[in-house]
């Protein structure tokens, strides 16, 4: 691939993830159609336009060449290996979400705070948004892990194949609450104050329904009302916003109180995911189950996307077991666990045996070198 003069560390890894290839499975939905795109130890796609006709010519490039990054277009295209992009003759496209854990104090060492909150905004995109406000199935849904930091959520449909990119952009608006605010969902007729019904769809109806089931905690109760600290009182409202009227108790101060419950349940996925995945047609995104560069792990394709409550990253997504390899951190590197093993801290400048799926971390990360 590259011509430049790999690093120990690179061409420890690339036969490492060469072996890997050899002995792993390998399954692309459309294979002959995608554009591939392999990358490297200082670029995640250093090379694009590339095409196979077949897994065992896929495999046996990924055998050779050893990429650190492989990953392949949402797009299906005739002609995928031509150049420049029209050319390529696009078909159709999956609809794709990618969800990245915020960032955080744990930087570069994803903190099991940061992959939990990662995890719960993929569930809550499934749960609260493609499946109930899309219709999707979730027989048309696949989630893989990223491999390092978070998730993609595959929408593999009729009904999105050939949507093009205002459409696409509309949908990540959609979800990502793009101009939604509470004076668009809430207005005064006189004394009374009317918003949306529990059983509405869209975000009025996803605000209605949280809002209620939030009544049931006392303390948020009484921030809205002092006499909602009396079940009949809670009952009533409750009942009342079912049909789309907002204040039957006589909340003080109500659309200030109601505006700042809205923005701290933060409903929508805004920040959460990356709106210029979902609406680029051409868009290359990690092919599932190959491995990071960054990582080390497996972009691991779940088996169902109910299988993602349930999935733990640091310990299921490593695929290198526990020979012991020798490497010299060249960073300060905290405690972590990775499969079965628990290490760390460790200073900078200091040499550590580790299990081979610790040590290939810390080498993906940059972090440690051969020792």
């Known amino acids: 691939m590259s011509g430049l003069v790999q690093t120990p560390e690179e061409t420890f890894l690339r036969k490492k993830f060469s072996a890997h290839y050899g002995a792993s499975p390998i399954f692309v939905l459309g294979l002959d159609r ?9 670029k995640k796609i250093e ?13 046996a490039r990924l055998v050779a060449e050893a990429p650190l990054y492989i990953s392949h277009s949402v ?15 696009w078909l159709g496209s999956d609809l794709i979400f990618d969800l990245d854990a915020e960032a ?5 060492f994803t903190c099991q705070e940061c992959l939990e909150g990662v995890k719960a905004d993929a569930i809550k995109l499934i749960e609260e948004f493609l499946l109930p406000d899309f219709g999707f ?55 009374k104050f009317f918003g949306p019904k529990t059983g509405q769809g869209g975000f009025g109806g996803k605000f209605a329904r949280a809002f209620v089931s939030r009544l049931s905690d006392d303390a948020f109760a009484l921030s809205i009302a002092r006499k909602l600290k009396k079940p ?48 680029d047609t051409s868009k290359l995104i990690r092919m599932p189950d190959t491995l990071h560069g960054g990582s080390g792990f ?21 695929v290198f077991g526990g020979a012991p390899l020798k490497v010299k951190a060249t960073e300060a590197v905290p405690a972590l666990n990775i499969r079965d093993f628990s290490f760390g ?7 550590r045996e580790l299990p081979e799926a610790c040590a290939i971390y810390l080498i993906c990360k940059k972090a440690a070198v051969l020792a």
Do not use: Q
Not at 48 to 58: K, M, P, Q, T, V
Not at 171 to 191: H, M
Not at 345 to 351: A, D, F, R, V, W
């Open 345 to 351: 801290p460790i200073p900078s400048g200091e040499t």
């Open 298 to 318: 497996a972009a691991k394709r779940l088996s169902s996307p109910d299988a993602i409550s349930a999935f733990e990253p640091m310990r299921s997504a490593p």
């Open 137 to 191: 199935s979730k027989s048309e849904l696949a989630v893989n892990f990223s491999g390092s930091r978070g998730y993609h959520v595959h929408v593999v449909s009729d009904a999105v194949y050939s949507l093009d990119r205002e459409a696409r952009r509309e949908i990540a608006d959609y979800v990502s609450g793009t101009g939604l605010s509470f004076e668009r969902l809430f207005w005064n007729e006189g004394k």
């Open 34 to 42: 995608r554009e591939f795109g392999f990358g490297g130890w200082e």
């Open 232 to 279: 009949e009182e809670k009952e009533k409202l409750k009942s009342a916003i079912a049909m789309g009227n907002w204040d039957n108790i006589g909340i003080v101060n109500r659309e200030k109180k109601l505006s700042e419950k809205f923005d701290e349940m933060k409903l929508t996925m805004a920040g959460r995911i990356d709106a210029n995945v979902t609406a």
């Open 75 to 89: 797009a299906y295209y005739e002609f995928p290996d031509a150049r420049p992009m029209p050319r390529k003759n």
């Open 47 to 59: 090379f694009r336009h590339i095409a196979f006709r077949n897994e065992s010519e896929l495999r």
């Open 104 to 108: 955080h104090a744990c930087g570069k």
